[in-house]
């Protein structure tokens, strides 16, 4: 039997975290790179987000990473539009209430989120805003990762999501990582940097 393999890859900007769509959409076999039959994403960053997305051939990792008894760190850089205040700073730590499925609403655990300087050597994107429009970045780790969570976070406390990149998964880190790249891991680091037992 073929052992299993592993990757990261930092996806760009105007893809989806799929290989087949029914859509005209930009798809993760157009990396420039040759996956192995079989390989999926594990879990999915939004077709505006950037940023680490870890991919395999192992269908058990999406279970043990997303749906095993001990939550996992996510770490995102946001930007958005105007300048974050600490106390909304701390109405995002604390818990806030966004909207879920059905009408529903859902209050999000309590997170780590700080106010960072603009990164350095972040890939260029198109400016969505203006040189001199007021933004901020902010660095926010979740345990969780509800459909657009941290887009909706961000909007319950009246800012605009402008840029949102995954950076890192538990240990492993996107680095310097452009986007469209991608690196194959063995399986022991893998495992041993996302903390999961097999």
Not at 55 to 83: A, D, E, M, S
Not at 121 to 149: D, Y
């Amino acid at each position: 039997m073929q052992a299993h393999r592993y990757f990261i890859v930092y996806k760009p900007v105007n893809m989806v975290s799929q290989f087949v769509s029914t859509h005209e959409v930009n798809l993760l076999h157009q990396l420039d790179f040759v996956f192995p039959e079989g390989t999926h994403a594990i879990g999915r960053l939004d077709q505006n987000s950037e940023g680490l997305l870890l991919l395999t051939t192992n269908k058990k990792i999406t279970k043990l990473l997303f749906q095993g008894p001990v939550p996992h760190n996510r770490t995102y850089l946001v930007q958005v539009k105007n300048i974050v205040s600490p106390a909304t700073i701390e109405k995002l730590a604390g818990g806030i209430e966004i909207s879920a499925t059905h009408g529903q609403s859902f209050r999000t655990t309590p997170c780590l989120v700080k106010k960072i300087e603009s990164p350095l050597n972040l890939a260029e994107v198109e400016k969505p805003l203006h040189k001199n429009a007021e933004n901020s970045w902010l660095e926010i780790t979740l345990t969780e990762g509800r459909f657009h969570q941290v887009r909706k976070m961000v909007a319950a406390v009246n800012h605009k999501c402008i840029r949102l990149i995954r950076t890192s998964i538990e240990d492993i880190h996107i680095g310097t990582l452009q986007p469209g790249e991608v690196i194959e891991f063995n399986e022991n680091d893998f495992f041993r940097l996302l903390k999961l037992n097999a």
